[in-house]
């Protein structure tokens, strides 16, 4: 991993846009976890919260989850989770707090501790965060004396001595012809309504450098205003300037100039309410040193010599003279008793260098060794025991002058020991960077346009394929593994964020080592270091199967899922697309798959949905690159032709149905109809086109349909009869059955000719029924029985399709019912049952007894007709019965 500098990553961690919290787990006596104590949080997750820090820290999760709304409870119990599976857990998560998706990520790196990550996956991130981040410029340090960015702790300070209303910090902009408001006190929530309101934000606002603003700031500093008119006159509306001073009931103004060696850097402006004077000014300018002093430390080479180290200690407290042979001190002074605890008389008539931490005795002989040589020592550090038996750390400058040793030194210990608490921060956050998913890394973008990449985590690696040395070797790498489709796009973007300093999101795909792709989410937040020096801090996440989703979503929104082609929603969109003069003469052509309501019936709905993908397969096949089909209902289909004639589409109309009606499905040819329409100019909307097309195809369609279901029926009839070769003597015999028996009945001619093609197509619907069923050797299952049992309603069906059938189709609906009303498929009983299916009944009952079944031996006659007769009155009609035996069976053979 790249060297991992503290201060960097403090600051990567407190200004990255991804949210942080860490708990420290609270457990009962059985070493249970019950409870969780906010232990650390980040500016983002004070956002996330809408809460400051300290409304957290040492504040547990059951005390606070009254301040949460529900959506924000959620997540709490996965912290939990990761407690108890000490595995990394990452879901999504949607905040109705702030109407936003994060990914949250939830592990624990260190015993006793449990981390979470949020990441703001919204597509599109409010920009005017960037806005509300200038404001919070807490703990960085300058970089050149041009550059300041002050704590805003500092400017509460000088509120609170002061007595102001408001203090603000303003920077000279690099253009020299500008300055800034970089920070304010005074901002309570009561002020920022108040400004909100009035339209009016200072912090952040670039203000004009005017004539008169350079003549007032010629007067020597402190400057004192009796009100605030001299310096914004001019600069804001009127009408702002009057609601301001009414508003906030202003005073005095005293600004104080930050300047030094001829250098204007900008001022800090002290605002104090009306009728109260400020108080402890001087202290103010003490400030101000202070601020040019670390101007001054900013603007040092980091090679320092030893002199400029040595004047480091001109405020030290600690002196000390010894013996260079002996180590016999000569002098303390009486800071020493201060540190240690004991008598000063008593420190300098002991041997000094037994209080020395038994662990530093070698290192500290190694020190009188170097003066001995006549060496210089500088920062060296040893522990000290003090009279309670704690140990100091003290910082030691030490030179020889003849055969003394001459030595400043200093209490260092709080240092020490927060050095140690960082470093082990340090440790924890290199650790927490290689746990968290994905990578977080700091990019910089330099004046003269080269790179770097100052951090990055492990996770860089995994997801780019780029071992951290070719990382630091050669920083382009990474853009290198961009995909090529992807890579203006990203670049676009980073120079966009670049000049705008606005935040980086982009979605792209990176090349994987073995060629394949992965889909990555960037975002990172940017920071103005200097003139063209720009520094991100920022995450990437491997998103490919969310984009994956995502895509897999967005197709389905837009096609149809059974034949793939365009659904409702895309054409309705593309109508709107192709109504443009440049699309003219523009073509629709309405299809309409005839007979699917039939084929589901007599195949059922798979057939009906191998119907569909047939055709659609030949209408894609059929079009141009340019052309569109889309899927709009059921059996409907739409094909959009731009730059096409009426003539033109025709043709392709009559190819379609020829190629349709040269393909079949189970025996049935495809066919459909056909209705075209062009909208040639503004005369007709594309909707009046489209309309236009539908009413020609259900003209043609209606045309055809009486002749096409006819004969659908036939070919149905015909499939069956290839399917079970029996039906069709079967159906034969029944048929001549029920015509003697209506004939015996003194049925007219016209009602026996109905009787005759009721019994010759009443097991029409056994088509639906397969063969494995239908030619079962041994007893059939209930749910066989159930299977064959649906034959009489998918005959009705079928033949309720053809306006002629339709009184057959009740007919043959009803051939299985019984007299005594146990029969199906409603169960009806006696005279309800129609007079034609009760004489089917017995036909068709009688000729399946003697021919036999797989499933049935054969009866002989006389065993079929005593059945026939003893199910009179129960299963058939009994006065049918009658007639059965005097009319019918005297003409059977024996």
């Not at 400051?52 to 820290?57: C, I, P, S, V, W």
């Not at 405020?315 to 001190?329: A, G």
């Not at 800071?335 to 500290?364: C, I, Q, Y």
């Not at 910089?444 to 990382?471: A, C, K, Y």
Request: hydrophobic fraction near 40%.
């Amino acid at each position: 991993m790249a060297d991992l500098d503290q201060t960097k990553f403090q600051s990567l961690l407190r200004h990255m846009p991804q949210g942080y919290v860490e708990f420290k787990v609270l457990y009962d006596e059985a070493g249970e976890p019950v409870d969780y104590e906010f232990h650390e949080v980040n500016e983002a997750f004070e956002r996330i919260m809408k809460a400051k820090r300290e409304h957290f820290l040492e504040g547990r999760i059951t005390d606070k989850l009254k301040d949460f709304e529900y959506s924000e409870r959620e997540w709490i119990v996965q912290v939990a989770r990761a407690v108890d599976s000490g595995e990394t857990i990452t879901f999504e998560h949607f905040s109705r707090r702030n109407k936003a998706w994060y990914e949250l990520s939830v592990f624990s790196e260190r015993p006793g501790y449990v981390s979470t990550l949020f990441h703001d996956i919204t597509p599109h991130v409010q920009e005017n965060n960037a806005l509300k981040q200038l404001v919070n410029v807490s703990h960085r340090f300058v970089t050149t004396g041009r550059e300041l960015l002050m704590n805003q702790h500092f400017l509460d300070q000088i509120r609170g001595f002061t007595g102001a209303k408001a203090v603000t910090l303003n920077l000279m902009d690099d253009d020299g012809k500008t300055y800034s408001t970089v920070a304010m006190s005074g901002m309570d929530e009561l002020l920022e309504r108040s400004l909100d309101v009035l339209g009016f934000h200072p912090v952040g606002k670039k203000w004009p450098i005017s004539s008169k603003r350079k003549e007032l700031l010629q007067a020597p500093s402190p400057i004192v205003f009796d009100d605030i008119m001299p310096l914004i006159d001019g600069m804001l509306p009127k009408r702002l300037i009057k609601n301001i001073l009414r508003i906030f009931d202003l005073g005095q103004v005293i600004l104080f100039k930050i300047e030094k060696d001829g250098v204007f850097y900008g001022d800090l402006t002290i605002v104090m309410d009306k009728n109260k004077q400020a108080s402890r000014l001087g202290l103010v300018e003490l400030y101000i040193v202070h601020i040019l002093e670390q101007m001054t430390k900013a603007d040092r080479q980091i090679g320092e010599t030893k002199e400029s180290m040595f004047e480091g200690f001109a405020n030290v407290d600690l002196e000390c003279i010894m013996s260079l042979k002996t180590h016999e001190i000569f002098h303390l002074n009486a800071a020493w008793e201060r540190v240690l605890g004991f008598p000063l008389e008593e420190l300098e008539n002991m041997d000094f260098t037994s209080l020395v931490h038994p662990e530093d005795v070698t290192k500290t002989d190694e020190a009188f060794t170097s003066l001995e040589e006549g060496k210089e020592i500088y920062r060296f550090i040893n522990r000290y025991r003090t009279i309670d038996d704690d140990y100091r750390f003290i910082e030691w400058h030490s030179k020889v002058q003849g055969n003394y040793i001459y030595a400043v030194a200093k209490d260092v210990t709080e240092r020490v020991q927060l050095e140690e608490e960082l470093a082990e921060r340090d440790r924890l956050l290199t650790k927490l960077s290689d746990q968290v998913p994905g990578a977080i890394y700091q990019f910089e973008r330099l004046p003269d346009g080269s790179f770097n990449f100052p951090f990055f985590s492990r996770g860089f690696e995994v997801l780019t394929g780029i071992t951290l040395e070719e990382m630091k070797d050669d920083p382009g790498l990474v853009f290198s593994k961009i995909h090529p489709d992807d890579y203006p796009n990203v670049m676009a973007s980073i120079e966009a964020s670049y000049e705008n300093l606005t935040i980086w999101d982009a979605e792209f795909r990176v090349i994987t080592p073995d060629g394949g792709t992965t889909w990555i989410l960037g975002s990172s937040r940017p920071e103005k270091l200097g003139e063209g020096h720009v520094l991100w801090h920022g995450y990437i996440g491997d998103v490919t199967e969310k984009k994956k989703y995502e895509m897999e979503i967005e197709y389905l929104s837009y096609h149809d899922q059974l034949t793939g082609v365009k659904n409702r929603r895309y054409f309705d969109e593309a109508l709107i697309t192709y109504d443009e003069p440049c699309y003219y003469p523009l073509a629709l052509i309405v299809v309409d798959i005839n007979g699917l309501k039939l084929t589901n019936d007599a195949f059922g709905h798979l057939v009906g949905d191998r119907l569909l993908i047939e055709a659609t397969m030949t209408l894609k096949r059929e079009i141009r690159g340019k052309d569109t089909v889309a899927r709009i209902g059921g059996d409907e289909f739409v094909i959009i032709m731009p730059n096409t004639s009426r003539d033109e589409a025709i043709l392709l109309s009559e190819r379609l149905s020829q190629l349709f009606h040269d393909k079949a499905i189970e025996g049935l040819p495809i066919s459909a109809s056909f209705g075209e329409a062009v909208k040639v100019d503004d005369s007709l909307s594309i909707s009046e086109v489209f309309n236009l097309a539908e009413d020609r195809m259900y003209h043609h369609k209606v045309s055809e349909k009486q002749s096409r279901r006819h004969y659908s029926i036939q070919l149905i009839m015909r499939t069956l009869y290839e399917k079970i070769p029996r039906e069709e003597a079967h159906s034969q015999r029944v048929a001549e059955l029920s015509r003697q028996l209506g004939q015996a009945m003194n049925f007219t001619s016209a009602e026996v000719n109905e009787l005759v093609t009721a019994a010759t197509l009443h097991d029409i619907g056994k088509v639906a029924i397969s063969n494995e069923i239908l030619d079962k050797p041994g007893m059939l299952t209930e749910a066989e029985w159930r299977e064959i049992k649906r034959h009489p309603e998918v005959s009705y069906n079928i033949l309720s399709t053809v306006p002629e059938y339709g009184p057959l189709s009740e007919i043959v609906l009803a051939h299985h019912e019984r007299w005594d009303g146990k029969g199906y498929p409603k169960g009806i009983s006696g005279e309800q049952i129609p007079l034609a299916a009760r004489i089917i009944s017995i036909a068709d009952t009688f000729d399946v007894m003697v021919t036999g079944r797989p499933y049935r031996k054969a009866k002989t006659l006389d065993e079929a007709l005593a059945v026939i007769e003893e199910e009179a009155g129960r299963q058939f009609d009994p006065e049918l019965v009658e007639v059965f035996f005097k009319k019918v069976v005297p003409t059977l053979q024996r």
